[in-house]
């Protein structure tokens, strides 16, 4: 193994840890919708409200990141050996 693919495995490793505690940490969303249509519940959101300053859009944004730098980092451990030969 080359230094490069230890490196990207450890980064995998860590970026895969903090995506798990960031998903677990985060609350689920409800399933409501049928009931929303049958009461005529509000189409605003506390988001769309709050343009994403709440605890939950910022854990969704992080985790959003870290999930794109996580495949970047999965892509250049696979490909940039293919390139050394």
Same mark, same amino acid.
């Given at each position: 193994?080359?230094? !490069? #693919? *230890?490196?990207?495995?450890?980064?995998?490793?860590?970026?895969?840890?903090? +995506?798990? *505690? =960031?998903?677990?940490?985060? #609350?689920? /969303?409800?399933?409501?919708?049928?009931? @929303?249509?049958?009461?005529?519940?509000?189409?605003?959101?506390?988001?769309? /409200?709050? #343009?994403?300053?709440? %605890? #939950?859009a910022? !854990? @969704? %944004?992080?985790?959003?990141?870290?999930? +794109?730098?996580?495949?970047?980092?999965v =892509?250049?451990?696979?490909i +940039?050996? +293919?390139? /050394? %030969?």
């Open positions: 193994m080359t230094t !490069l #693919e *230890i490196i990207g495995g450890v980064a995998i490793l860590v970026l895969s840890l903090i +995506i798990i *505690i =960031l998903c677990l940490s985060q #609350e689920q /969303k409800s399933q409501d919708s049928m009931t @929303a249509a049958l009461t005529g519940a509000s189409a605003d959101s506390f988001y769309g /409200k709050n #343009e994403g300053r709440t %605890k #939950e910022i !854990l @969704a %944004k992080i985790t959003r990141t870290l999930s +794109i730098l996580l495949f970047a980092v =892509l250049a451990v696979n +940039i050996p +293919i390139f /050394k %030969k």
